[in-house]
T-cell receptor
């Protein structure tokens, strides 16, 4: 089945530690996105990528980093510079040209700080 | 992208139609109206989108006013599994740079 997978479902981070969240898609989509969601809030864009080896900052990129070495993969690293990382992280992908504009979302990773 | 305004919460009886409103008075001519929903602790799910004509699919109907300043998502026969947060988003279809602007949405509770 085509879709987006995120792992792990839950992730625990110690103070001062970097952690990486995985996002993989087999939909052959060009564009991929990372969002952060805090309790009771909407989604906020962290980073997005429209093509391999290129990515752009979203609204809240500070304390995060990404890479796009393969079309299928868009991992997100939450660095120690992110002082309030506890949140629900969602990855999405979409067709860049000619599509409906719909974004397909993964199941999310919940990050907790110990 | 145009901003949207939605009520924070709504209730609906099971089996009845759920009508979720959205105001988007600053929508531009090339911007579409998209609806997504998010069931607790899951990723958002696309429901429907439209430009100016009313749209219907297997999940819902979308009614857009003639002046395009507001729209209504209709779930014709709500079930308990439709309990979720519903997001209304307006954006140009070709704009993939800063998508999607999810606000707080409307929390729909379907009651037995």
């Amino acid at each position: 089945d085509g879709g987006i997978t995120q792992s792990p479902k839950y992730l625990f981070r110690k103070e001062g530690q970097n952690v990486t969240l995985s996002c993989e898609q087999n939909l052959n989509h060009d564009a991929m996105y990372w969002y952060r969601q805090d309790p009771g809030q909407g989604l906020r864009l962290i980073y997005y990528s429209q093509i391999v080896n290129d990515f752009q900052k979203g609204d809240i990129a500070e304390g995060y980093s990404v890479s796009r070495e393969k079309k299928e993969s868009f991992p997100l690293t939450v660095t120690s510079a992110q002082k309030n990382p506890t949140a629900f992280y969602l990855c999405a992908s979409s067709i860049l040209l000619g599509g409906t504009g719909e974004q397909y979302f993964g199941p999310g990773t919940r990050l907790l700080v110990l | 992208d145009a901003k949207t305004t939605q009520p924070p919460s709504m209730d609906c009886a099971e089996g009845r139609a759920a009508n979720l409103p959205c105001n988007h008075s600053t929508i531009s001519g090339n911007e579409y109206v998209y609806w997504y929903r998010q069931i607790h602790s899951q990723g958002p799910q696309y429901i429907i989108h439209g430009l100016k004509n009313n749209e219907t699919n297997e999940m819902a109907s979308l009614i857009i006013t003639e002046d395009r300043k507001s729209s209504t998502l209709i779930l014709p026969h709500a079930t308990l599994r439709d309990t979720a947060v519903y997001y209304c988003i307006v954006r140009a279809k070709g704009n993939n740079n800063n998508d999607m602007r999810f606000g707080a949405g409307t929390r729909l509770t379907v009651k037995p």
